[in-house]
């Protein structure tokens, strides 16, 4: 049974940082690209970061392009969220995600994502 379990998230300050794990099992997971979204209180859940089964190829959302990075380690069936400048927009709960073995366009389309993990809250203050 496939499982992504998120952790890392918090309370931190404006400007701070947060790096975010997603521990994977279940599944064969460096043969599967990866996401993150974020889901905001009265929001629809929205892409944020993408990458692939490798790790040399990721995509981002333009509201955190240039702050945040994705990254990932296969050997240890993880992949992560480094979140620096931090903004109050920012506030939310971050999901894991796997993605579906379709082609590689629209990463940011949620149907394209078959497992989810519970959440991390992530809250910036400002």
């Known amino acids: 049974q496939v499982q992504l379990v998120e952790s890392g998230g918090g309370l931190v300050q404006a400007g701070g940082s947060l790096r975010l794990s997603c521990t994977a099992s279940?599944?064969?997971?460096?043969?599967?690209?990866m996401g993150w979204f974020r889901q905001a209180p009265g929001k629809e859940r929205e892409f944020v970061a993408a990458?692939?089964?490798?790790?040399?190829?990721?995509y981002y959302s333009d509201s955190v392009k240039g702050r945040f990075t994705i990254s990932r380690d296969n050997a240890k069936n993880t992949m992560y969220l480094q979140m620096n400048s931090l903004k109050p927009e920012d506030t939310a709960v971050y999901y894991c995600?796997?993605?579906?073995?379709?082609?590689?366009?629209?990463?940011?389309?949620?149907?394209?994502?078959?497992?989810w993990g519970q959440g991390t809250q992530v809250t910036v203050s400002s």
């Open positions: 990458i692939n089964w490798s790790g040399y190829s990721t």
């Open positions: 279940g599944h064969t997971f460096s043969s599967y690209a």
């Open positions: 995600a796997r993605r579906r073995l379709v082609p590689d366009s629209n990463w940011s389309r949620r149907a394209d994502y078959d497992y």
